[in-house]
C-alpha cells in the first residue's frame, strides 16, 4: 500500500507572508489598547483614584482657598480640565504607542515634587487695590521672589499599569492575532 501526500507549499508560504506583515504594523491593537488606558487615565482622575486602586491626596487647605477665590469646584487634578484634555497618543508606530500629556506638570502631578525643588523665581506684580482695615490702598509695582512649587506637591498617580489593566491588554492582543490566523488562514 502507498501513501501518498502533497502539500501546497505555496499557500502555506502565501499565509505566512500575510501574517508577518499582519504582526509587522500592530497599529490596529495598539490603537485599541492606548484608547483603552486613555480612558484608565481619564476615571482615575476623575474619581480621584490612583492607578493602584488607592484614593489620591486630597487638595490643601491652601489649594481649594486657590480654588474658591478662582470660582473653581473642581477636585484634585481637575483644576481647569486641562490635564483630562491633554490626554492622549504622544506617539504612534507599527510596533509601540506612547500615551499620556504633554503638559509639564502632569509629570509633578504624577511623581510628586518637593517645595522649591524647580527652582527660584522673581515675579512682576503689577499696580493693584488692597483692602486694609483703614481702607483701600494701592500698592505699586514690584517684586515679589519665591520657589516653586510653594509647597509639597503628593504624587497622585493617575498613570500606570494594574493587573485588571495587563489582563485587558493582553486580551485586545490575544483578539487580533487570533483574527490575524484565521484571516491568513493558519487556524
Not at 4 to 17: E, G, M, P, R, S
Request: aromatic letters at 8%; hydrophobic letters at 35%; zero cysteines.
Amino acid at each position: 500500500m502507498d501513501l501518498k501526500i502533497n502539500i501546497d507549499l505555496k499557500k502555506v508560504n502565501q499565509a505566512f507572508i500575510k501574517l508577518g506583515k499582519k504582526i509587522n504594523n500592530l497599529d490596529e491593537p495598539l490603537k485599541t489598547a492606548g484608547g483603552y488606558m486613555i480612558r484608565e487615565m481619564t476615571k482615575n482622575i476623575k474619581t480621584a483614584t490612583e492607578y493602584t486602586g488607592k484614593a489620591m491626596k486630597k487638595n490643601t487647605a491652601a489649594t481649594w482657598a486657590i480654588k474658591s477665590k478662582l470660582g473653581k469646584t473642581a477636585g484634585v487634578l481637575q483644576f481647569n480640565g486641562n490635564l483630562l484634555q491633554s490626554l492622549d497618543f504622544i506617539n504612534k508606530q507599527k510596533l509601540f504607542v506612547i500615551i499620556g500629556s504633554n503638559l509639564p506638570y502632569a509629570a509633578i502631578q504624577q511623581n510628586g515634587a518637593k517645595k522649591g525643588s524647580l527652582g527660584a523665581y522673581t515675579a512682576k506684580v503689577k499696580t493693584h487695590q488692597r483692602k486694609t482695615k483703614y481702607g483701600v490702598k494701592t500698592i505699586p509695582e514690584h517684586s515679589r521672589k519665591g520657589v516653586a512649587p510653594w509647597g509639597d506637591i503628593p504624587s497622585r498617580k493617575f498613570a500606570g499599569f494594574n493587573d485588571k489593566n495587563k489582563k485587558r491588554i493582553q486580551l485586545i492582543f490575544d483578539d487580533y492575532f487570533k483574527k490575524i490566523i484565521k484571516q491568513a488562514g493558519l487556524e
